[in-house]
């Protein structure tokens, strides 16, 4: 108990009030030690230090030209060359080209080149069969007022078709309606001959044409040299194998 005299407490005999506190001082310290706040200069400087080594590092593991030489050109693997890039015969690649390019023309001509009531057939047509620069000039330049086709009038407006075609579109849809639908041609229209019509139907100065035009000026084949269907082309390009290598 305390003594009564005094307001102090009691103390055990072994209490030394100096060491202890001065143990607890010592053991706090040891637990903040290292705990202190970071430097600013410190986290600036390490920022600094990953930002040059992650900008070396891209450059150096992530850059295709520092591991692979210029003009480096990857190799087919052995036996898968794609089917699409060997040479076909002209005949076969130009039917390819077209049929694409006529699914423009599918919707007023009828899928099978039947047309219809407005729009002529391409079947048995000598329009399509005849001389290649009407069917050339019809494409490029659209038709309007009647055209007669085995008889028969056919008042549907065909629009132009010819924006932004190329030669290798004009030769593939040419060849296309020429050797299909029970139609047949003896030769191809070559690229030579399409870009022949482009620029003859530039020449031209744009317009719809007429039955009447078409058969005064333009009742001829396309100048240029034909193509042999058996002639083997890029598939790609429409280009005999030998001119495109």
């Not at 004009?170 to 047949?184: D, Q």
């Amino acid at each position: 108990m305390s003594d009564p005299s005094t307001n102090r407490p009691d103390l055990d005999d072994n209490t030394n009030v100096i060491t202890d506190a001065t143990a607890a001082n010592r053991e706090n310290h040891m637990f903040t030690e290292g705990a202190e706040p970071i430097s600013l200069w410190v986290i600036l400087g390490g920022a600094l230090i990953v930002l040059v080594a992650g900008g070396v590092i891209g450059n150096s593991f992530f850059d295709f030209d520092h591991f692979v030489r210029k003009d480096y050109v990857r190799a087919s693997a052995p036996g898968a060359a794609s089917a699409s890039t060997q040479p076909k015969a002209a005949l076969d690649a130009h039917m390819k080209a077209g049929q694409k390019a006529y699914t423009a023309c599918a919707g007023c001509h009828q899928p099978g080149g039947e047309g219809n009531a407005s729009y002529p057939p391409l079947a048995n047509s000598e329009w399509v069969t005849g001389p290649s620069l009407r069917p050339a000039m019809i494409i490029l330049n659209g038709l309007h007022e009647s055209i007669t086709v085995n008889g028969k009038p056919y008042n549907g407006n065909m629009p132009s078709m010819g924006s932004g075609m190329d030669a290798k579109q004009l030769a593939g849809v040419l060849n296309f309606i020429r050797n299909s639908f029970g139609n047949k041609s003896e030769m191809l229209v070559s690229l030579e001959m399409a870009q022949n019509a482009l620029d003859l139907s530039k020449e031209r100065n744009g317009g719809q044409m007429t039955a009447n035009e078409l058969d005064a000026d333009y009742k001829k084949d396309i100048e240029g040299t034909p193509l042999d269907p058996q002639t083997m082309v890029d598939p790609k390009t429409l280009l005999p194998v030998a001119a495109a290598e």
